[in-house]
């Protein structure tokens, strides 16, 4: 009577676990930051008009304040920073409507300005399983791959940054921001512009500038292994800003 109590006492729980393993990898599977589609602006007049709609998106959230696009994959999401009360990783599991999500919003941390003026600007984005937010930047340990995609666009309310990208490697899972201390000891940017040169492992693209007075994006993701992460790498080349919409004209 006991074994058959015990018996049945295990058989619910392994049902209890299959059922929240289910609900997990449904989550995994379907989570990928809401829909972004509807910010794009689909302009049909050639120039440097701005393509994302920061208007109705900053009515639903200040806390956006930029939008990142990897052309070849589909990193082509807006950005945030929590400005408020919130903990400084809140985006990590909160989309860009401040709703509980998984897959959560690109983000970058406070200690980075909103600008990208900093020497170094760090963006931070989950590796989805269904391909969503950062899992695109697997495909840059493509060597082929890696050497016909070299550009990652941010665009901001006033300008479009053009990135080249120098390198993709794996690296250990450190805060990047407070290990080589970007802000207080200049000293340190050679230091890290040296891991990007001559990473362990990964991808490195030959000829491009690579010193202090350069404006790095770094764009990090979790790797298949939790003590890791993957890493890409890129340069500021182009600043522009842009080209005030021209005003339609009454057709009535």
Not at 189 to 198: G, S
Request: hydrophobic fraction near 35%; aromatic fraction near 12%.
């Amino acid at each position: 009577m006991r074994f058959k109590r015990i018996r049945k006492i295990m058989l619910a729980a392994c049902f209890l676990v299959f059922i929240g393993s289910g609900l997990i990898l449904c989550m995994l599977f379907l989570s990928s930051g809401g829909n972004v589609e509807q910010f794009r602006i689909k302009s049909k007049e050639a120039g440097m008009e701005n393509p994302i709609d920061f208007d109705k998106l900053q009515k639903i959230n200040p806390d956006i304040y930029a939008w990142v696009q990897v052309p070849g994959t589909s990193i082509d999401y807006p950005v945030a920073s929590s400005q408020g009360k919130e903990k400084e990783d809140y985006y990590l599991n909160h989309n860009f409507r401040k709703a509980y999500e998984f897959a959560g919003t690109i983000y970058s941390q406070r200690e980075n300005s909103r600008d990208f003026s900093d020497p170094v600007t760090i963006l931070y984005g989950h590796n989805m399983i269904n391909g969503s937010m950062f899992a695109g930047l697997r495909k840059f340990a493509d060597e082929q791959f890696f050497g016909k995609h070299d550009t990652v666009y941010i665009f901001t309310p006033e300008q479009r940054l053009t990135y080249q990208i120098a390198a993709y490697y794996e690296t250990d899972n450190k805060n990047i921001l407070q290990h080589y201390g970007f802000f207080q000891k200049k000293e340190q940017i050679e230091e890290y512009l040296k891991t990007i040169r001559q990473p362990d492992n990964g991808n490195v693209r030959l000829g491009i500038s690579l010193n202090a007075a350069e404006k790095i994006l770094t764009l990090s993701t979790c790797s298949s292994i939790s003590t890791r992460r993957r890493i890409l790498q890129s340069v500021l080349v182009g600043q522009n800003e842009w080209e005030e919409s021209s005003p339609q004209p009454n057709t009535k």
